[in-house]
């Protein structure tokens, strides 16, 4: 059963256009300049009830205003989207009470009262009977070993600790699908770990729907198996994150050291050639060459050690978002130039 | 009737949080109420020299208002002003239109007016408890300027009226605050309605003291329920029907500016989830 559905989804932001120097101002105080800039230009994706999926591109690429669609902060410029078969744009409350969205920027608790506060007035806006309350608060409070700050007012917390004090406010009332949007912005390597461990255990132990968005590739390897990358508005790649992968790069790196000094090798017929060194060879090879490669080489030479590898996921997508981002600023600087 | 218990009851939660918060900083709290008292003494001097007390000649009247008269005028505008005033409402809400804090309000299932309702009857009420002794030896201090005693349907309609001038003041500030669905930045429309209802609420003159073409269209304004009103009613302006009347009216303006208070959240999100984001 799909969770979310979204079916072309569109929305466009008119946003007036200052231009610089005294009398272009002046002249805007008279005619004003808008443009539209399309943040969602056509989307569409299902989610299956108890998926867990990434949703990653660069900075503008519409991830955030997607999310913001899909809790009706926002409506549609044109197209469809239902979540839990409600129309979220219509905020009915029936909708509110069975969704979360967590922004890692943006903070909703009572800044200067201890966050015990401002999870008893969920308490209250979601309508959640003392009992389950309870068990929620310390279910939740254990697994993200944070009892003991329940007490203590949020403005005095780390970051750390106010974003898994966040997390229990947006879990409190059991939502069936979350929303995140940066989690783990900001964090230590040690709150991140444990951030998304939690996330991990949470949804498996739940079966919630989660769609999360991050800039740390880390977050989207260790919790989903589906990505989805948008970039420009629009959708580049939809699957799992293996095959994505797989798809963006073809290749691996494989290592080989030697036992003795080599001098020269043929190698480079077969792929290209990262490092060389008279006891290590580094060479990008295509996924099917490798056997045939690795076969000739151990004939051939020395080997007395191999190693096979991805190329890090940071690089994968970095070197394609940058490879966006270069051509753009491209045609933006002959535009400017014209 | 289940659905309006739980919503009695998350206002009643709001209630107890925002005292709790407001308590956060008590020394700062009770260093500002004091503060606010220390214009008395300028505002009595002011009016002791307008009326030539202590020269030869001191003048016996002033459009009606002895100069006892106008002192205790002025010490009640302070209390009414207590009702009504809302520091920080309007540009709360600009605030968190414009940061995006406002998706608190969007995404849960709470209603942002009953919300901000609750929450400034909280510190309105912890204001009262902290500034309850300070008033009172204030009054007390100026007994004097108290030349009549109120009857009591005076009494009954002073308190109605300040209550309601709560309210008054709460849809108005609020109302503004929701502009900044529309125009973001409100500060010189705070700025002009600051300076428009210090003078045509009653806080700066009386507004019988206006010539009476204007009076009639102060009159017609919702910006006297502020400070005029409840002091009128108490200072014996006002017959019974008179305060009747002047009652009536108020809670009429309190309907009209809730409705345009909802029709402005109503389309203010439209408008931010249209446009915004």
Known sequence: ?338 | MESALSSYRVYFEIFKISVAERLTYRADFIFSTFVRFLPIVTQIFLWSAIYGIGTSSPRASINAYSYQDMVAYYLLTMVARAFSSMPGLSSGIAEEVRDGSIKKYLTQPIDLLGYLLWYRIAHKLVYYVFAALPYGIVFYLCRQYFTHTPTWEMWVGFILSLVMSFLIGFLIESLLGLAAFWFLEISSLMFIYMMLNYFLSGHMIPLDWFPSWLTVWVDLLPFKFTAYTPCAIILGKYDNSGILRELCLEFAWIIGLWIANRCAYHYGVKQYSAFGG
């Open chain 1, 1 to 338: 059963m799909d969770a979310v559905v979204v079916e072309h989804l569109q929305r466009s932001f008119r946003v007036n256009r200052q231009k610089e120097g005294f009398w272009a101002k002046l002249r805007g105080l008279i005619k004003r300049e808008s443009e539209t800039i399309h943040a969602v230009k056509d989307v569409s994706f299902r989610i299956e009830k108890g998926e867990m999926v990434g949703f990653l591109g660069p900075n503008g690429a519409g991830k955030t205003t997607t999310l913001k669609l899909l809790s009706g902060l926002l409506m549609p410029t044109a197209g469809k989207a239902t979540v839990l078969g409600y129309e979220p744009w219509k905020r009915e409350n029936a909708y509110r009470r069975r969704f979360s969205l967590l922004m890692g920027q943006k903070n909703q608790l009572w800044w200067d009262l201890p966050a015990q506060e401002s999870f008893r007035l969920h308490k209250e806006i979601y309508r959640i009977e003392t009992k389950r309350y309870q068990d929620r608060m310390d279910e939740l409070t254990d697994l993200l070993e944070i009892r003991k700050q329940l007490s203590q007012p949020v403005r005095e917390l780390s970051l750390g600790q106010r974003m898994r004090m966040e997390l229990i406010a947006a879990l409190l009332h059991d939502p069936e699908i979350l929303f995140l949007d940066e989690p783990t912005i900001g964090l230590d390597v040690i709150s991140q770990n444990k951030v998304q461990q939690f996330l991990k255990y949470y949804q498996e132990h739940k079966q919630i729907t989660v769609l999360l968005t991050s800039h740390y590739m880390k977050d989207v390897e260790a919790l989903c198996k589906r990505v989805i990358i948008i970039d420009e508005g629009i959708i580049k790649h939809d699957g799992l994150l293996t095959d994505v992968l797989s798809q963006l790069n073809p290749q691996k790196v494989v290592t080989l050291k030697f036992s003795e000094h080599v001098e020269s090798t043929q190698l480079s017929e077969y792929g290209d050639i990262i490092e060389q060194s008279p006891m290590t060879v580094k060479i990008r090879l295509g996924k099917a060459d490798i056997p045939g490669v690795l076969s000739y080489a151990l004939a051939e030479y020395p080997v007395e050690d191999v190693s096979v590898q991805d190329r890090p996921i940071e690089e994968l997508f970095a070197e394609l978002f940058s490879r966006r981002q270069t051509t753009e600023e491209e045609t933006r600087a002959a535009v400017a130039s014209m």
